[in-house]
């Protein structure tokens, strides 16, 4: 599992991504319950995902911010990455932040990208 947070701050709304290695939906469900057990996570404003699964095609969840789940399957896509799951976390800072947000979920798919490719040293 990588979990990066603090990715980028924009407005006052906070984001950080999470992702991991999943083979179904079930891995995806359990990743996710495993991710909402700390409570910073459960109380976020949103926790959109997506993923590419070689076995099962792609699947989505926008959890309240429409259209991110496509950003992130799109990039999942582009980078031809299959059965993980990305998560970006927001935490709503009380400002809108209009299309700029899909912008902010583009950051955060990279710098999981990024990390993925980094040698933990």
Known sequence: ????????????????VSGGVVHNRADADAFLKTLKRDKKYAKATHNSWAMLLADGGPIKGDDGESGAGMVILRMLEREGLQDHLIVVTRWYGGTKLGGDRFRRVQDCVRAYFDARRTPSG
């Open 1 to 16: 599992m990588i979990q990066i947070e603090n990715v980028v701050t924009d407005r006052g709304s906070k984001y950080a």
